[in-house]
């Protein structure tokens, strides 16, 4: 039967039954006013913990294209190592949290619905997830402190029966508002820290009887009143429907307004007599258990017009309306997300003009960054979670790189390309472009990431090539370029023929880069000889510093001085684009660059200057390629002596550039093609 496993000792080593008494903490009205007074923080409003919950988190900082741009940890998802983990809108989430600051600070915000507007597939919800998820967490740490309390009416019951607020209201609205100016700035004047108690809001109708109730036994005696309340530490749980709240549509036919604001409970009228009781109520609705956190709109533009009554109120007065009660008080951050077309209608429908006059929209676009993107796809497709397929490398990178070209629009200038564009606005150096002009093809496309290919589609396409028979044990791009165009024909989001038309060529773009990516893997191995590339870049640098000082060259071999080896010169550096009329300042450069640093008692290494390093591998690939005879693995007629070069070539791509035996040999084969086709007819 195998070993035997004592449960309960398993368990029993592994509780931490302090934390438990902890979290989960009772106690007097007096001992909460003591709490407050050490840490006043407790009372804080909705928006302000949220805030102060993702900047618990930390931030950085960082500049791009001139702009400082803040980034919050919180949306790594440090929690999960990653799982929802939030990569390439680091504008917009600091514009979000931009609104959050200023809704903590009572600024206006706090009196909107924020909605999160953006394509399909733009992580609008798992934003939500993430501060849904980051509230909960946070309500279990002592920064994040709240409570609420329970009434026990009977205090000579044996046991005594509590009975929890139903909207876990803050403790502090239970004193009578004539008095309660007065205690706050007492509180505010007795605490050591700088932060002032700000505490809005009456009791619900539940707590407003039963304090109703004792206040007419003891003849309005405050203090006895509150010998009946147990104050509680509140942890906040979309589980468990406290503080944390979610709705989302269903068939117009079948909403009720009462899901948000709570229902009458039929069968305790017969006890308590009449519907207007609230305890024959349950304040159960979405408004209701979301008090003192926050509540999520799904889709939040398809709700029935009776929802969105119930709505302007939650938002500017901070009140909503159970039937049969009078306006009740909420304090919650109230967040929704809507696709476009639901927002175009919001546009276009007058009678929604009380709604779009409450609603601060923050656009979530798809994301416009490269190396941002194929993150996305790295944590989905890399690691522990893919263990029986190897992905070949830049099958991701390509997949990635179709998805952003897909949201990008086509620049104004006619002298810059679109995949060009790609690699500006992924930190690349394209030409002559600047920081400026890069913020302004920003600018110029104001619409740019609202549409185009979602990343769902593209997992999807990968996971198909994933599981596919050709697959084998290895995924090659071409395998995930042809599960991505073979989808398009049935895209249900590609409304038009010119669209699936424009995926399918920018999909032929991609295959050409890719050409460029494998050329340049194959050939980095070819030339994989470091002692090579020294020499050869002394020799250049002989050459170049001949040529600027207008001396000769000794001949090593016969000790004869030379002209400087301008086919050489010119060899090398026509590998990146150096043109004849720029050669002179070219070489000009690398001898004042190594003047610098011998200044500064430095050498120069050629794998400092990353464009003479890529000339020098470029021009060794060159001189070796033919030594090799990679061509004659199209004619499959590979010879014993060039086999044992092609697999030196083979095992460089395995060790240094993440290549597996499968698909090492695919890449020399099709960049063998490409060769063959490059050579010139004989």
Not at 192 to 198: A, F, I, L, Q
Not at 334 to 362: C, S
Not at 407 to 430: F, S, W
């Amino acid at each position: 039967m195998g070993n035997r496993i004592d449960v309960a000792e398993f368990i029993k080593d592994r509780q931490h039954l302090d934390v438990f008494e902890e979290l989960n903490w009772k106690g007097t009205f007096q001992d909460y006013l003591d709490t407050v007074v050490s840490n006043p923080k407790v009372t804080r409003p909705a928006f302000e913990r949220l805030y102060d919950m993702i900047l618990s988190y930390g931030t950085d900082k960082y500049v791009e294209f001139k702009k400082e741009i803040t980034t919050y940890r919180f949306f790594h998802d440090p929690e999960l190592t990653g799982r929802d983990a939030i990569f390439g809108l680091e504008v917009p989430l600091m514009k979000l949290v931009n609104i959050f600051k200023a809704a903590a600070q009572r600024y206006g915000p706090e009196r909107r619905v924020l909605l999160l507007h953006g394509p399909v597939g733009s992580s609008k919800s798992t934003i939500v997830r993430l501060l849904k998820r980051g509230l909960e967490e946070y309500s279990r740490r002592s920064e994040g402190l709240l409570f609420t309390y329970a009434w026990c009416l009977n205090r000579e019951a044996e046991p005594l029966v509590w009975s929890r607020c139903p909207m876990h209201e803050e403790p502090l609205h239970l004193v009578p508002l004539e008095m309660r100016e007065a205690l706050i700035a007492h509180i505010n004047s007795s605490t050591d820290t700088d932060y002032e108690v700000y505490v809005e809001g009456e009791l619900c109708p539940f707590c407003r009887r039963n304090y109703e109730e004792l206040s007419s036994r003891y003849g309005g005696e405050w203090n006895k009143i509150v010998e009946h309340i147990q104050v509680r530490r509140l942890l906040l749980s979309e589980q468990d429907r406290i503080g944390i709240g979610t709705f989302q549509p269903k068939d117009e036919k079948n909403q009720d307004s009462t899901e948000l604001t709570g229902d009458i409970n039929y069968r305790k009228i017969a006890e308590f007599g009449t519907e207007s009781d609230p305890r024959a109520f349950n304040f159960d609705g979405e408004f209701n258990i979301a008090n003192r956190g926050l509540i999520e709109f799904i889709e939040i533009l398809k709700l029935d017009v009776a929802f969105l009554y119930d709505l302007l109120g939650a938002t500017q007065e901070h009140r909503i309306k159970p039937k049969k009660f009078a306006q009740t008080d909420i304090d919650e951050v109230i967040i929704g997300h809507t696709n476009e077309p639901e927002y175009r209608r919001l546009q276009k429908n007058e009678f929604m003009e009380a709604l779009r006059d409450r609603t601060v929209k923050v656009d979530i676009p798809y994301v416009t960054k490269l190396d941002e993107e194929l993150k996305i796809y790295q944590k989905d497709f890399c690691g522990d979670r893919i263990r029986a397929k190897h992905i070949a490398p830049h099958a991701l990178e390509i997949a990635s790189m179709w998805a952003v070209l897909t949201r990008l629009e086509e620049p104004k200038d006619a002298k810059i390309t679109l995949l060009q564009k790609l690699k500006l606005y992924n930190g690349k150096k394209v030409e002559d472009y600047t920081s400026d002009k890069v913020r302004e093809l920003r600018k110029e496309s104001e619409r740019e990431g609202m549409e185009g290919i979602s990343p769902r589609y593209v997992q999807d396409k990968i996971s198909n090539a994933l599981v596919s028979d050709r697959a084998g044990g290895c995924v090659n791009p071409f395998m995930i370029m042809s599960e991505l165009e073979s989808g398009l024909r049935h895209h249900s989001l590609i409304t038009s023929e010119e669209q699936r038309k424009r995926f399918t060529e920018l999909l032929q773009t991609v295959r050409e880069e890719y050409e460029k990516l494998a050329k340049n893997d194959v050939m980095r191995a070819v030339a994989a000889d470091a002692e090579a590339i020294t020499r050869l870049c002394a020799k250049y640098i002989d050459n170049v510093n001949a040529f600027t000082r207008k001396e000769k060259v000794r001949n090593a071999y016969t000790q004869q001085d030379e002209e400087p080896d301008e086919r050489l010169m010119r060899n090398i550096e026509e590998k990146i684009n150096i043109e004849e009329s720029r050669k002179d300042i070219f070489r000009q450069q690398i001898m004042n660059y190594i003047a610098t640093l011998a200044l500064e008692g430095k050498t120069f290494n050629y794998r400092d200057d990353a464009q003479l390093h890529r000339a020098l591998e470029m021009k060794l690939f060159d001189d070796r390629k033919d030594s090799i005879r990679l061509t004659n693995l199209v004619e499959h007629v590979v010879d014993k002596d060039a086999q044992e070069k092609i697999d030196i070539v083979k095992n460089h791509l395995m060790k240094h550039h993440n290549y597996c035996e499968v698909c090492a040999g695919d890449v020399l084969t099709y960049v063998a093609g490409i060769l063959a086709r490059e050579e010139p007819e004989s």
